[in-house]
């Protein structure tokens, strides 16, 4: 069974840092695939914040470049976002997601909260 457990979100006021980790089990391919931070806030629709392809490749979303960095540790199946310089408009759930290769197959996790408080 294929899990993504995120974990180290919390309250943080602005020009804050927070580190989110997203371990994965059951995914025999997980150096293979890519790996997304998304988020979602209250009203929103969710979207793609960063994103660290199986050669390490990184992209992120134009709101969060030069703050957030992504990165991945194959030997752990784990993957982090290092959260720099917080603004409160970051506040949301951010969730972690796994795209195998080369099924394509998707997974989520369940999310963690992160507040920015101004």
């Known amino acids: 069974q294929v899990q993504l457990v995120e974990s180290g979100g919390g309250l943080v006021q602005a020009g804050g840092s927070l580190r989110l980790s997203c371990a994965a089990s059951?995914?025999?391919?997980?150096?293979?695939?890519?790996m997304d931070w998304y988020r979602q806030a209250p009203g929103k629709q969710r979207e793609l914040v960063a994103t660290i392809s199986r050669g390490h490749s990184t992209n992120y979303a134009d709101s969060v470049k030069g703050r957030f960095t992504i990165s991945r540790d194959n030997a752990k199946n784990t993957v982090y976002l290092q959260m720099n310089s917080l603004k409160p408009e970051d506040t949301a759930v951010y969730y972690c997601?796994?795209?195998?290769?080369?099924?394509?197959?998707?997974?989520w996790g369940q999310g963690t909260q992160v507040t920015v408080s101004s």
């Open positions: 059951g995914l025999d391919t997980f150096s293979l695939n890519a």
């Open positions: 997601k796994s795209t195998t290769w080369p099924a394509g197959y998707v997974y």
